[in-house]
Nanobody, 122 residues
Framework: QVQLVESGGGLVQAGGSLRLSCAASGRTFSSYDMGWFRQAPGKEREFVAAIKWSGVSTYYTDSVKGRFTISRDNAKNTVYLQMNSLKPEDTAVYYC???????????????WGQGTQVTVSS
């Protein structure tokens, strides 16, 4: 069982930056692939970024490439999402998720956090 708690969301102007954190419980964090997803009002939850358990491989949706960076610190059981050059279209609830194996860009994750709101004003 893994519990995930996101933090770091908030209100920011377009062009600004935020860093989201996701703290995980449990002693097996380092064995999980971790992902960030987001859901805007009236839209489906979509993949944003993912990082393999080793931290070696990362994946991004096209719209955030070059602006967002996912990273993890297995010693702290935490995964991060650094978001730069934010745009109003990045406004959404951001969720972190954990899974063991499989396609990291799918929504088939085993555990989900409660989400943190990110609002980007124009």
């Amino acid at each position: 069982q893994v519990q995930l708690v996101e933090s770091g969301g908030g209100l920011v102007q377009a062009g600004g930056s935020l860093r989201l954190s996701c703290a995980a419980s449990g002693r097996t964090f380092s064995s999980y692939d971790m992902g960030w997803f987001r859901q805007a009002p009236g839209k489906e939850r979509e993949f944003v970024a993912a990082i393999k358990w080793s931290g070696v491989s990362t994946y991004y949706t096209d719209s955030v490439k070059g602006r967002f960076t996912i990273s993890r610190d297995n010693a702290k059981n935490t995964v991060y999402l650094q978001m730069n050059s934010l745009k109003p279209e990045d406004t959404a609830v951001y969720y972190c998720a954990a899974k063991t194996g499989g396609i990291v860009m799918s929504r088939a994750y085993d555990y989900w956090g409660q989400g943190t709101q990110v609002t980007v004003s124009s």
